[in-house]
């Protein structure tokens, strides 16, 4: 069964530091771009964070210098180091797999997890 699941969300202070797990199936994972989106309350989906199978990133302006997306491939796995957070990097945020990175460009594959809640609140 074809899975996405994320994890690692949660409630830290501004300046503070969190990571998110994205596991995916093997079938979906290997060779295959994905990315991170995030959704604030009344605002729509946006892309924050993408990597290709070969380890290439590219990130929204409002994070860069922030977040680091990395994938480790022998666990199926890619990660959103997040640091330095605001309140307004608040939203639910989604893995989507099977992306297609081209020309600068992320297509979003029709894979996504559940999302995970990350709250930056003092």
């Known amino acids: 069964q074809v899975q996405v699941v994320e994890s690692g969300g949660g409630l830290v202070k501004p300046g503070g530091s969190l990571r998110l797990s994205c596991a995916a199936s093997g079938s979906i994972f290997s060779g295959n771009a994905m990315g991170w989106y995030r959704q604030a309350p009344g605002k729509q989906r946006e892309l924050v964070a993408i990597?290709?199978?070969?380890?290439?990133?590219n990130y929204a302006d409002s994070v860069k210098g922030r977040f680091t997306m990395s994938r480790d491939n022998a666990k199926n796995t890619v990660y959103l180091q997040m640091s330095s957070l605001k309140p307004e990097d608040t939203a639910v945020y989604y893995c989507?797999?099977?992306?297609?990175?081209?020309?600068?460009?992320?297509?979003?594959?029709?894979?996504w997890g559940q999302g995970t809640q990350v709250t930056v609140s003092s």
């Open positions: 989507n797999a099977k992306g297609l990175y081209s020309g600068g460009i992320y297509y979003s594959g029709g894979y």
């Open positions: 990597i290709t199978s070969g380890g290439i990133t």
